[in-house]
């Protein structure tokens, strides 16, 4: 009997997915100071990252990759750049999945006040006729991801 425990506790553990992204709609932010200059940031949870900061580093970048395919909002003229902020899913940030930022509140709950839980922010700016992405893993120096028609 405990043979058996002890294997379907390995096997469960074994068993638990890495990098599973959890998008906080509810908290997409839209920045429109300036009228061609809109800015969108969509805030995403990774449940079990993987430590390997080259692979999470690939996982994002598909992930985003695939929102991109979607995203049409980057089409339209007034948008400027879509940000994308990961943070790793703890017992703190685990919070925003069904609860909004109460920021300017005595004590207001806002995703940035873990900061020990960032993990990226990956960025897609427009430039003349095209876009440029770079990735901020941790506090890793920038990396440009893609330089699409954009002067270098």
Known sequence: MITIVCFLLIALSCDKKRNDFIPLEHMTFTNAYYKNAVKISYYILVDNPEPTENVLKKEIIKYVENRLKSNKVLTKPETSSLNFVFYRKTDNTSYFITNKESAGELLGEEISHYQQDFIANYVVSK??????????????PEETVANKNCDK
């Not at 006729?129 to 901020?136: A, L, R």
């Open 127 to 140: 430039c003349g006729k095209g876009t440029i992405e770079k990735i901020y893993l941790y506090n890793l």
